[in-house]
Nanobody
Framework: QVQLVESGGGLVQPGGSLRLSCSASGLELYYYSIGWFRQAPGRERERIACIEGADRGANYLDSVKGRFTISRDNTKNTVFLQINSLRPEDTANYYC????????????????WGQGTQVTVSS
């Protein structure tokens, strides 16, 4: 059974940092593209970052470039999202998803989803 579990969210002051983790069981993440998404109440879900299979590359939503970094630790079968210089508008439920690691669908289609971890940015 495939399971993705996010962790690392919490309450942080503006300007602070968090590192979110996406750990997998039943799936070797190295061969999958992993996307990080977020959704705030009343807003549409948006994909904020994606790392391709075999770490061939990564891409980011324009509004988070330079503040967010996606990375992978293959020994831990975990993908991270480092988020810096947090702003109140970053408040959302953040979750990860896994999809085809290669080909035209990489970072486009996702087959497995986690439940999310809440990030709240407030003073």
């Amino acid at each position: 059974q495939v399971q993705l579990v996010e962790s690392g969210g919490g309450l942080v002051q503006p300007g602070g940092s968090l590192r979110l983790s996406c750990s997998a069981s039943g799936l070797e993440l190295y061969y999958y593209s992993i996307g990080w998404f977020r959704q705030a109440p009343g807003r549409e879900r948006e994909r904020i970052a994606c790392i391709e299979g075999a770490d061939r590359g990564a891409n980011y939503l324009d509004s988070v470039k330079g503040r967010f970094t996606i990375s992978r630790d293959n020994t831990k079968n975990t993908v991270f999202l480092q988020i810096n210089s947090l702003r109140p508008e970053d408040t959302a439920n953040y979750y990860c998803a896994a999809g085809p690691g290669f080909g035209t669908q990489t970072c486009q289609e996702y087959d497995y989803w986690g439940q999310g971890t809440q990030v709240t940015v407030s003073s």
